[in-house]
């Protein structure tokens, strides 16, 4: 069974940083885009962060040089390196992979269980 699990979530100050992890993990033939998304209390869940398996990126415009989305196919990991944290980017923050697994022929979405983000003003 393939999963995805996220850590590095946490309490931080304006101004600070986090670096947030995503590892899938199972039985995968492959993996194409990985992305980051986020989802405030009372707002749609936003895309932040994509990376396409050969690391092209593409970023919201409220993160754009702040964030950075980088993977080590190797580890079948993401990371999400948040600098220059704002109180508005505190959100759940979860991460998004297309995974073939071995049994298929086809690509399918799976989702982390979220790791929260807050930023303290």
């Known amino acids: 069974q393939v999963q995805l699990v996220e850590s590095g979530g946490g309490l931080v100050q304006a101004g600070g940083s986090l670096r947030l992890s995503c590892a899938a993990s199972?039985?995968?033939?492959?993996?194409?885009?990985m992305s980051w998304h986020r989802q405030a209390p009372g707002k749609k869940r936003e895309l932040v962060a994509v990376i396409t398996s050969g690391g092209s990126t593409n970023y919201a415009i409220s993160v754009k040089g702040r964030f950075t989305i980088s993977r080590d196919n190797a580890k079948n990991t993401v990371y999400l390196q948040m600098n220059s944290l704002k109180p508005e980017d505190t959100a759940a923050y979860y991460c998004?992979?297309?995974?073939?697994?071995?049994?298929?022929?086809?690509?399918?979405?799976?989702w982390g269980q979220g790791t929260q983000v807050t930023v303290s003003s």
């Open positions: 998004n992979a297309d995974i073939r697994p071995t049994t298929s022929r086809n690509f399918y979405a799976y």
């Open positions: 199972g039985s995968i033939f492959s993996i194409r885009n």
